[in-house]
């Protein structure tokens, strides 16, 4: 009897542990808003960058890049879309500005996860972001609060 007592405790002490959610401080939570922040604002950045070019390139339409854009790959389709070599040298130009772009915006992603908030807390809030709605809001409003700032 006294086992499936202990046994009893044991089970309910796991599952009130698994249950229970790990605290998130506001400077944690201020921290990974400042991240988020700060990475949505590299990502605006990088498409205006993107869309500029395209709109001021003078050997490519913005219709035609997107057609290009998506066979660049494939000879045989880019000839079969009667690209020129400027097309081509122009949606390739455009690509590499994208995909360079990119790798900065993930390895500033990586670094702040990791260097600026701490990769347990940056896993425990975004764990807590699908999880919690009291930690949800309270992240959406300082994200607002920030977006707030930078528009000003």
């Known amino acids: 009897m006294k086992q499936l007592i202990y ?4 089970l309910l002490a796991v599952n ?9 401080s506001d400077e944690e939570l201020q921290k990974y808003a400042i991240a988020m922040d700060s990475i949505d604002g590299m990502r605006k950045s990088l498409i205006e960058t993107i869309s500029e070019m395209v709109k001021t390139n003078e050997n490519i339409t913005a219709a035609r ?24 040298n122009a ?11 990119t790798a900065k915006i993930n390895e500033t992603f990586q670094s702040l996860a990791k ?26 409003t300082m994200l607002a609060e ?4 930078d528009s000003e």
């Open 65 to 88: 890049y997107n057609e290009l854009s998506r066979i660049i790959k494939d000879e045989e389709k880019l000839a079969a879309a009667n690209a020129t070599q400027d097309e081509v």
């Open 115 to 140: 260097d600026y908030i701490g990769a347990a807390s940056y896993n425990k809030i975004k764990k807590a972001l699908t999880t919690d709605e009291d930690v949800k809001l309270k992240y959406e």
């Open 7 to 10: 046994v009893t405790i044991l």
């Open 16 to 24: 009130t542990a698994g249950i229970a959610q790990e605290v998130i």
């Open 91 to 101: 949606v390739k130009e455009i690509l590499a500005t994208r995909e360079e772009g």
């Open 146 to 149: 920030l977006k707030a700032e």
